[in-house]
T-cell receptor, first 114, second 112 residues
């Protein structure tokens, strides 16, 4: 297992376009998390899944954001009608179903909205 | 709502000296994590602290947790250039889902 994979690594899009990011977690990890990180800030929680169930979504998250995890494996994060304020690094992380371990983060997808 | 504050936000290190990063959080939690992020890289898990009084050490880094004070510290002993990274603490929420809330990070740099 090569860790958490995210694709693409970079995405430049025009304002108003839709984008979709993919995350492949570590195969044994049944929990998957999406965070957003802007320059100089800590990761901001977006949403998380246990298996295929989306258990929590940030109240700060616009309705333009949606995430799925079909079959409890990979996950996708879609942003509709992108805005310049969506420009950030989108991080995916996965973990075992135990608090005894920290998250394993992917390398992130850097989104630039122009 | 759980809030996590780190200080200092910036840390000017001199090689060989000791430093402490503080992480305060606003609501009860018994899960606290420290991560390291190198420039241009993703986050790497350093320590997991799950009980009051827990202490973990790895090399020049030592982390501790005081759940009564809602405070964790990350102590750096005899700083070296390899420690030039951003350190985040993250605190577990109480929703049962292992969601963690991150602090803003402490960005150190090492002066030779």
């Amino acid at each position: 297992d090569t860790g958490v994979s995210q694709d693409p690594r970079h995405k430049i899009t025009k304002r108003g376009q839709n984008v979709t990011f993919r995350c492949d977690p570590i195969s044994e990890h049944n929990r998957l998390y999406w965070y957003r990180q802007t320059l100089g800030q800590g990761p901001e929680f977006l949403t998380y899944f246990q298996n295929e169930a989306q258990l929590e979504k940030s109240r700060l998250l616009s309705d333009r954001f949606s995430a799925e995890r079909p079959k409890g494996s990979f996950s996708t994060l879609e942003i509709q009608r992108t805005e310049q304020g969506d420009s950030a690094m989108y991080l995916c992380a996965s973990s075992l179903n135990s608090p005894n371990y920290g998250y394993t983060f992917g390398s992130g997808t850097r989104l630039t909205v122009v | 709502e759980l809030k996590v504050e780190q200080n200092p936000l910036f840390l000017s290190m001199q090689e060989g000296k000791n430093y402490t990063i503080y992480c305060n959080y606003s609501t009860t939690s018994d899960r606290l994590y420290w991560y390291r992020q190198d420039p241009g890289k993703s986050l790497e898990s350093l320590f997991v602290l799950l009980s009051n009084g827990a202490v973990k050490q790895e090399g020049r880094l030592m982390a501790s947790l005081d759940t009564k004070a809602r405070l964790s510290t990350l102590h750096i002993t005899a700083a070296v250039h390899d420690l030039s990274a951003t350190y985040f603490c993250a605190v577990g929420g109480n929703t049962g889902g292992f969601k963690t809330i991150f602090g803003a990070g402490t960005r150190p740099f090492v002066k030779a």
